[in-house]
């Protein structure tokens, strides 16, 4: 087999030709190893359908585990670890329908996973659930390995419950409320920076002192080792006054921490936020809710939609524009004056 691998950007990129047809496209890859195998994989399957040969049959288990391998390099650790967890969830449903390969599995089956997944958790879960298996499937067809997305159906990805544009957010009596209650605890410092940032949980975490600007009053939001933001972009946000004291004196090391020392961890965060969360008796509160409540405000305070999402880490404003009905008492459109 004959084919070349060149890096345009930062994902390998293959040539190669099958019965004089010429193919070429992305990896989707930035490890060359995932890349070789890639095309390895769909030179093989090209080569099959081109030669009339029946190719073997590709089993569930063998290829979400390569799937794995190939996404890992495009995602967060931490979203890597959910696509691991939910697929393994199908894996096991599909086992016990005595499913083993890819072509097996038929819109009917899905159908059935979705009455499963409805029952046991929220419609938004469920519909990130089997968008993740959509993926999956898609990937899959890349390969060459089946020929058709037994989960691209318009009527398995409707979910009427899901709500739009709900979000909850923190009112500024709320705000108050969260910020006196965690005052003397080791959070303090944390939500107060989620809250005049935005960022999100394990960004906060992995903020250290070298990501901080004091003098030109910057926030960096990096990628590195161990750590890889939700987008992989990094940015950079403008530091509010209120949060001028966290910063003042130069350190090195994690900003927010319990010992001083080591960093914190993601779960403890999580679970002791929850805790006081639960008996300030606030509804529907989560740490993630500090995000949701910063770009809720900046919206409501003028900021302008594109803005708020550089500074949140939107890669568009699609998402950020989902709290556009927070801001229909904003009165841009009477400045115009023909």
């Known amino acids: 087999m004959n084919y070349t691998l060149k890096k345009k950007g930062k994902y390998w990129h293959y040539y190669f030709r099958v019965n004089q047809k010429r193919y070429r496209g992305s990896t989707r890859t930035q490890t060359k190893e995932f890349a070789t195998d890639y095309v390895n994989n769909l030179y093989k399957q090209l080569y099959y ?8 049959r590709t089993r569930i288990d063998e290829f979400i585990q390569e799937h794995l391998l190939v996404s890992q390099t495009d995602t967060s650790k931490d979203w890597h670890y959910t696509k691991s967890c ?7 449903y599909v086992s016990e329908l005595g499913l083993t390969y890819l072509d097996e599995v038929e819109l009917s089956h899905l159908e059935q996973y979705k009455s499963r997944l409805m029952k046991s958790g929220k419609p938004k879960t469920a519909k990130n659930h089997l968008s993740i298996i959509s993926s999956m499937f898609s990937h899959a ?64 975490v992995n903020l250290e002192y070298e990501d901080v600007d004091y003098k030109r009053r910057l926030i960096y939001v990096r990628n590195k080792e161990g750590f890889q933001t939700k987008s992989r972009k990094e940015r950079v946000l ?25 960093g914190l961890n993601k779960d403890v965060v999580t679970r002791t936020f929850t805790d006081i969360v639960h008996k300030l008796e606030l509804n529907d509160v989560t740490l993630h809710t500090l995000r949701h409540s910063f770009i809720s405000h900046s919206l409501m305070s003028g900021v ?12 568009t404003t699609h998402m950020t524009e989902l709290y556009g009905h927070l801001c229909t008492d904003r009165r841009e459109i009477d400045k115009l004056n023909f």
């Not at 709500?163 to 939500?191: G, M, P, W």
């Not at 302008?304 to 890669?315: F, K, L, N, P």
């Open 304 to 315: 302008s939609i594109w803005e708020v999402a550089q500074w949140v880490g939107h890669s």
């Open 238 to 262: 403008p530091m509010h006054k209120k949060l001028f004291k966290l910063f003042n004196n130069k350190k090195k090391g994690y900003c927010f921490t319990r010992n001083h020392d080591a």
């Open 49 to 56: 359908h081109k030669n009339k040969i029946t190719p073997a």
């Open 86 to 92: 939910l697929l393994k969830l199908f894996l096991d």
């Open 141 to 204: 067809i890349e390969l060459g390995y089946i020929h058709k997305n037994p989960a691209r159906n318009k009527k398995l990805m409707r979910f009427s419950q899901i709500q739009k544009n709900k979000v909850r957010f923190l009112s500024k009596d709320e705000i108050k409320l969260i910020l006196n209650a965690v005052k003397d605890t080791f959070l303090y410092e944390l939500v107060l920076c989620g809250i005049y940032t935005g960022m999100r949980r394990g960004e906060l």
